[in-house]
T-cell receptor, first 111, second 119 residues
Framework: GNSVTQMEGPVTLSEEAFLTINCTYT??????LFWYVQYPGEGLQLLLK?????DKGSNKGFEATYRKETTSFHLEKGSVQVSDSAVYFC??????????FGTGTRLTVIP | DGGITQSPKYLFRKEGQNVTLSCEQN?????MYWYRQDPGQGLRLIYY???????QKGDIAEGYSVSREKKESFPLTVTSAQKNPTAFYLC??????????????????FGSGTRLTVV
């Protein structure tokens, strides 16, 4: 079946620190992979995506590379800001199936 | 601008009452979804609809009902049978479905959510 396993949080970093949030997946077939971000009190926003192996999704300084050999899609950012404080969700979708979400990782960036 | 609108933002329900959460989209998306989010937890799928006048149960459909009479609208009713309804409810939509599945590898567009509290 399909599942997503995310690094458990919460994660607390100082401003300008390097961020990695781990995400691994199990899927039937060849999934598309997504990272969503949820700011306090809001819905989810698509942050980036990758649709095939070795693709790199990027947006707002965040990056994630689709690694088929390790079934991973880790989220990284070189220098986090206070405004990046949010909950981050990794997700996958195969064909006509619905999106499968990880449990989310809360990031807090302190000045 | 196209988007997906949920209302109200905050909703209070008395014990034993049914309440309906609104979700409207003007993105011309065929598929719509309802998720529940509890504090510190991920998203759990309640119901989804791939086309008008058709919908399927998700993982936690008990105590909820939906309708899909129009492409743009997918209201969720939280019935008195739902014993623990206090949660954050998120509606989402995704682009046109072909017979083989979604056209393109799109994610979902989410609304800004409705926070339901039982008083």
């Amino acid at each position: 079946g399909n599942s997503v396993t995310q690094m458990e949080g919460p994660v607390t970093l100082s401003e300008e620190a390097f961020l990695t949030i781990n995400c691994t997946y199990t899927a039937t077939g060849y999934p598309s992979l997504f990272w969503y971000v949820q700011y306090p009190g809001e819905g989810l926003q698509l942050l980036l995506k990758a649709t095939k192996a070795d693709d790199k999704g990027s947006n707002k300084g965040f990056e994630a590379t689709y690694r088929k050999e390790t079934t991973s899609f880790h989220l990284e950012k070189g220098s986090v800001q206070v405004s990046d404080s949010a909950v981050y969700f990794c997700a996958l979708k195969t064909g006509a199936n619905n999106l499968f979400f990880g449990t989310g990782t809360r990031l807090t960036v302190i000045p | 601008d196209g988007g997906i609108t949920q209302s109200p933002k905050y909703l209070f329900r008395k014990e034993g009452q049914n309440v309906t959460l609104s979700c409207e989209q003007n993105l011309n998306h065929d598929a719509m979804y309802w998720y529940r989010q509890d504090p510190g937890q991920g998203l759990r799928l309640i119901y989804y609809s791939q086309i008008v006048n058709d919908f399927q149960k998700g993982d936690i459909a008990e105590g909820y009902s939906v309708s899909r009479e129009k492409k743009e609208s997918f209201p969720l009713t939280v019935t008195s049978a739902q014993k623990n309804p206090t949660a954050f409810y998120l509606c989402a939509s995704s682009p046109t479905m072909s017979r083989q599945g979604p056209i393109g590898d799109y994610g979902y567009t989410f609304g800004s959510g409705t926070r339901l509290t039982v008083v």
